[in-house]
């Protein structure tokens, strides 16, 4: 329960952080929009004045006597009190620096202007750079004498004549900080912050009063706000967790970010994370009770058990130890499991050493059974030479036959590769052609890729003697046999064809199934029976022999045996 808890709450932290990020991300939009719209309408009041030719006049105009420049000063000064009527809600401060040194600004309630301060910007090559366009100050304290405590930001634009671009004063409007934080103010609880930087990280607004006009550093956003490539983060600052979400105003180059505690955001998650923990610590205070009480009914049959064991151990039978000594039950069971498993793994091996022997010696045995009778068959032939008094042709004959015995009887492999068994096949149908003087055509059609593969030996020479003796010879003077070899289901298909006289399907059931008098047989079955016997105790039950024949158009076998290296 406390595992599938706290999962559960990590994936009920990511949703909720994704949720939490979506709405104020909503939320920064907003105040995006608001702040764009404060800002058109500090851009429409620099444009009324920019657009004001009457100005020009005044601002470059040089004066005599001090009764003419204070007329035309409060002249300038009283339409400048009329635009900030026009635009009583926005709550600013404008200021228009002549050409002609000087100073302009709203004439009501006693404002003092600081000319010090408002000069040392020293506007005209401040302005310079883009003289057409408003350029924004960040923000910092009032330019006016009684309102020093009061924190304002600035849009300044040099003002210019329209035909020659000739600078004849500057206009500058400060708008008080309050205007930015009444626009967010209503959204800050739960320990949020909120605050608006330029690109150099200076402080334009802040949710925290004191930190206005300030500099942002040593804080992770920092970095954040220059790479811009996430909406927000989550970081950890002075050990406390805090959603971060930042977006670049469009109109300036100035950035709203969005501070919250993710404690604030957890709070209803940790309160039910408490509740949850609490229930799962009485469930392991049941569940041990539990465990007791269920161990005890386990423990009692399983000291039983042991004691039975030791019992047996000590004495060969099952009666019960009156005083048994003191004992580790699982350690015992654990123990006598161990010795019944090594028995029984060293009476398998046993079985299956005992089932190996029993195959090799079958092998033995088969191979012991084919020799004989292609000696016999060999040899015979060889009798028939000396019968027909073709005594110059024993010699070459039995020089045929030792070959073919070093390749096959001497070898103490039992498997040899396929190129072996065709030059053993070789020889053999060349001694029985000096023995009946038939033409005996050989046709080997095997994939040359296949001719390293093993085979036991002298798996296919008995297929080509039956081909022969049964085949070939009862009817013709002449004969055909073809080998074909090819892979076939990832092993090889192996298969001998002859155009003898071919054989009835009771033939080949008495071939297989050992039934009626093979001496008198048109086809011996021993050595096809040798030949599927020996596939299948080397390879496995799958693999074998086939015969499909037909009286008078031949006789076609088929083995199929493993790839083996």
């Not at 999962?7 to 907003?30: G, M, P, R, Y």
């Not at 330019?143 to 040099?158: D, Q, S, W, Y």
């Not at 009063?209 to 950890?236: A, F, H």
């Not at 045929?400 to 015995?405: D, G």
């Amino acid at each position: 329960m406390s595992v599938v808890g706290l999962v559960s709450f990590k994936v009920s932290e990511k949703l909720l952080d994704a949720q939490v990020s979506k709405s104020n991300i909503d939320t920064l939009e907003q105040i995006d929009k608001n702040i764009s719209v404060l800002l058109d309408q500090v851009s429409a009041i620099v444009n009324i004045y920019n657009m004001n030719d009457e100005l020009e006049s005044m601002l470059t105009k040089t004066y005599s006597n001090i009764y003419d420049q204070l007329q035309d000063q409060a002249k300038v000064e009283n339409s400048m009190l009329r635009y900030s009527f026009a635009f009583d809600w926005l709550n600013f401060q404008s200021f228009l620096i002549g050409q002609n040194g000087l100073i302009y600004t709203q004439n009501y309630q006693n404002n003092i202007v600081d000319p010090d301060r408002l000069l040392g910007y020293q506007w005209n090559d401040y302005l310079a750079k883009v003289p057409d366009r408003i350029t924004w100050l960040s923000t910092h304290k009032s330019f006016l004498k009684n309102n020093e405590g009061v924190n304002v930001f600035t849009a300044a634009k040099l003002l210019q004549t329209a035909n020659t671009n000739k600078s004849y004063g500057v206009f500058v409007l400060s708008v008080n900080e309050n205007n930015l934080y009444n626009i967010y103010k209503n959204l800050l609880n739960n320990g949020k912050e909120i605050f608006i930087l330029d690109s150099n990280l200076n402080i334009i607004s802040h949710s925290n009063r004191e930190r206005v006009g300030g500099k942002m550093e040593g804080e992770p956003y920092v970095q954040w706000l220059s790479d811009n490539d996430e909406s927000y983060k989550i970081s950890t600052i002075n050990n406390e967790k805090y959603l971060t979400l930042y977006k670049k105003i469009s109109r300036v180059d100035w950035y709203i970010v969005e501070k919250i505690p993710m404690s604030a955001i957890y709070k209803d998650i940790d309160v039910l994370k408490s509740k949850v923990f609490l229930i799962a610590f009485i469930c392991v205070l049941l569940s041990l009770a539990a465990a007791l009480f269920i161990s005890r009914t386990i423990a009692m049959p399983l000291g039983k058990l042991s004691r039975r064991i030791q019992t047996y151990l000590l004495k060969g039978n099952s009666e019960s130890i009156k005083s048994p000594s003191p004992v580790n039950e699982i350690n015992l069971l654990t123990t006598e499991y161990d010795n019944m498993i090594n028995k029984l793994d060293r009476t398998i091996g046993d079985l299956v050493k005992n089932q190996e022997e029993k195959r090799v010696a079958e092998l033995q045995a088969l191979q012991m059974q084919i020799n004989p009778h292609f000696l016999y068959n060999t040899l015979n032939s060889i009798k028939c030479l000396v019968w027909v008094q073709k005594t110059h042709l024993i010699e070459p004959t039995i020089n045929a036959l030792v070959n073919l015995l070093e390749q096959t009887i001497n070898r103490s492999d039992e498997l040899i590769s396929i190129q072996d068994e065709i030059d053993n096949i070789d020889h053999y149908i060349y001694i029985q052609q000096i023995r009946t003087s038939q033409t005996i055509t050989m046709n080997y059609k095997i994939d040359e890729q296949l001719m390293p593969y093993k085979l036991p030996k002298l798996l296919l020479q008995p297929i080509i003697e039956n081909a022969i003796f049964h085949g070939i010879e009862p009817n013709k003077t002449t004969g055909t046999i073809s080998v074909y070899g090819s892979s076939y289901r990832g092993g090889i298909k192996i298969e001998i064809i002859d155009n003898g006289v071919g054989m009835s399907e009771e033939d080949i059931d008495r071939i297989f199934n050992e039934t009626g008098n093979q001496s008198s047989s048109r086809f011996s079955g021993i050595g096809v029976r040798n030949v599927d016997e020996r596939l299948k105790l080397n390879f496995g039950l799958q693999y074998g022999l086939t015969i499909n024949s037909q009286p008078g158009m031949g006789t076609s076998v088929t083995l199929t045996l493993p790839k083996v290296q």
